[in-house]
């Protein structure tokens, strides 16, 4: 599975955290996840729609299945990522909201604020939203809902 990331300059070091935790772990199929890294990966102060809706861009283009954002709280890079159609993105800081995040709303990215995310916490949100099944049924009428 290819998954997509990217974060500002106040979410960089928790991406690469993440980064390298997905690096040690197995999809599904028992493959390997890849990962698409579009940067940043510098302290540099850069603006995170930039990187937000590259990230949301190669979800909904199909180059990547799921994608992971990250800035300083996590909501200007969701703001962003949520405006390219197709792309359902979740700001979480909870693993309780994570898995609801697949259940519920079959969220194809999630971000979090690096700085306010332990990276313990940012692998255990990423762990429950890969494992967790999206439910269907009365989720399925809501989000064809929300690209009407
Ligand atoms: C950058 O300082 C900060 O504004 C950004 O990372 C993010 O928190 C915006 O929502």
């Known amino acids: 599975m290819i998954i997509a990331m990217a974060a500002d300059h106040g979410g960089f070091e928790l991406k690469n955290d993440v980064k390298k ?3 040690t772990l197995k999809d599904s ?3 390997g996840y890849k990962i698409v ?3 940043t990966n510098a302290p540099e102060s850069v603006d995170y729609p930039i990187y937000g809706k590259a990230c949301a861009r190669a979800v909904a283009d199909g180059k990547a299945e799921l994608g992971l954002v990250f800035c300083g709280s996590g909501i200007g890079i969701s703001i962003a990522a949520n405006r390219i159609r197709g792309v359902r993105c979740a700001l979480v800081n909870s693993v309780e909201l994570a898995t609801l995040a697949k259940k519920h709303n079959n969220a194809n990215m999630l971000a979090m604020g690096g700085r306010f995310t332990s990276p313990e916490l940012a692998r ?3 762990d429950a939203w890969l494992k967790e099944k999206y439910e269907g049924g009365r989720h399925n009428r809501r989000i064809a ?4």
Do not use: C, H, R, S
């Not at 809902?145 to 009407?148: M, P, W």
């Open 145 to 148: 809902l929300l690209d009407d």
């Open 37 to 39: 890294d579009l940067g």
């Open 124 to 126: 255990q949100m990423v």
């Open 29 to 31: 199929d028992g493959n």
């Open 21 to 23: 935790y997905l690096e």
